[in-house]
């Protein structure tokens, strides 16, 4: 079979691979539905980059835990620290992605302040991704020569998935790629450079790699377009349009949020419309409710459904008991109420639901009017006596 004259790698492989990363980098850039496809794609590389290292963990873990959705405990050896770690050198490499830091939970509650092991993570990302050297060649040269450029770069004691993480930055300056997408962060199968076949394992596993993330992107935007038909005939200002669009771009989206995306300066949106309008859609089967609580929802499209398996159900709601009348009538304290100089160590320890928090203050008024008063009788009692 002919090969190429720069490198080992069989002619044809490296033809697949030029064609896959094309056609990928193509579709993401003119597709509607980019943004949550990058979404999706940056937590699969960094779950990817943390099995690299050794820390595989059960799936959507990760978006779990940068959702802030609590899990079922079980220990998983730090991989989801480690994934959190590969996720921050991964987020930023492409462009316009300057907010994703507080968009990714969709209620911009998700903390933007950088963490020195990430930064070290992304550091160490770029630092492999200019050793790599881009060289100003064709785009055939560039990924003929990237399975050597890759051992080099090893063999100067850079970690393999460091390395791996390094490949979308390297093609984009390459001009292989027009935006450095998290999809070409991937893990050959077989072994890293040591192991035999190296050089057609990583451009096999490169044009797998840009199949199977294109056919993910056209499922998203097939979604997308489905989303929209099903709305049916609206009118002219319906926000239902503006909302699926949010439902594309991120994986998940609150109340709060939703109402502040949706608001303009000639229509606001309230919180308690927004919260209708994420449960219309939810009748309709686009988003599905992944937090279990009965306030401060949060919801996820459809495709990821399955987190909603992996998050812990609420607990019963803990009611305090009240205090006993006659411990509080004993309580040496209890005529410095008679001055109003305190009422709190009287206050009977309620608990109120939702429903009746609004009458809160009314019943703990009357309970301090009651008590000061039989206080007021059992004194008066006893001086008489």
């Not at 699926?244 to 949706?262: C, D, I, K, T």
């Not at 009314?362 to 007021?376: G, H, M, N, Q, W």
């Amino acid at each position: 079979m002919a090969r190429s004259n720069s490198t080992s790698v069989p002619a044809r492989t490296l033809e697949r691979a030029l064609f896959a990363a094309a056609r990928l980098d193509e579709a993401a850039s003119r597709s509607p539905v980019s943004a949550g496809w990058l979404q999706r794609s940056r937590f699969a590389a960094a779950e990817r980059l943390a099995a690299a290292e050794g820390h595989a963990q059960a799936p959507d873990r990760l978006l779990a835990a940068v959702l802030g959705l609590p899990v079922a405990a079980r220990a998983d050896g730090g991989a989801t620290a480690a994934a959190l770690r590969w996720l921050a050198g991964v987020r930023g490499q492409a462009a316009g992605d300057r907010r994703q830091k507080s968009e990714v939970r969709g209620d911009a509650t998700v903390s933007a302040e950088p963490d020195p092991a990430a930064e070290a993570v992304a550091g160490r990302v770029a630092a492999a991704a200019a050793r790599l050297g881009a060289q100003r060649s064709s785009r055939a040269g560039v990924l003929g020569g990237l399975p050597g450029s890759i051992a080099a770069v090893m063999a100067e004691g850079i970690g393999f998935a460091t390395v791996l993480a390094a490949i979308p930055r390297f093609l984009k300056e390459a001009d292989v790629l027009s935006v450095a997408w998290p999809a070409f962060a991937f893990v050959p199968e077989g072994g890293g450079p040591e192991a035999p076949g190296w050089a057609g394992r990583l451009l096999s596993a490169l044009a797998d790699q840009a199949d199977a993330e294109r056919l993910a992107l056209d499922r998203l935007e097939a979604s997308w377009v489905g989303w929209h038909d099903g709305l049916g005939a609206l009118r002219s200002n319906a926000r239902l349009p503006r909302l699926l669009q949010l439902v594309a771009s991120l994986p998940g989206l609150s109340s709060v949020f939703v109402a502040e995306r949706l608001t303009t300066p000639d229509r606001s949106c309230t919180v308690a419309g927004a919260s209708f309008l994420l449960k219309s859609l939810v009748a309709r089967g686009v988003l599905v409710e992944a937090s279990r609580r009965r306030s401060w929802r949060l919801y996820v499209p459809a495709d990821l459904a399955p987190l909603r398996e992996i998050v812990r159900p609420p607990g019963p709601r803990k009611r305090k008991a009240a205090p006993d009348r006659q411990e509080l009538l004993a309580d040496e304290r209890a005529p410095l109420l008679l001055d109003g100089i305190e009422l709190t160590r009287l206050e009977r320890a309620r608990s109120f639901s939702d429903r009746d928090a609004k009458w809160a203050a009314l019943i703990a008024d009357i309970d301090r009017a009651a008590l000061k008063a039989r206080i007021v009788i059992e004194r008066k009692t006893s001086s008489e006596t």
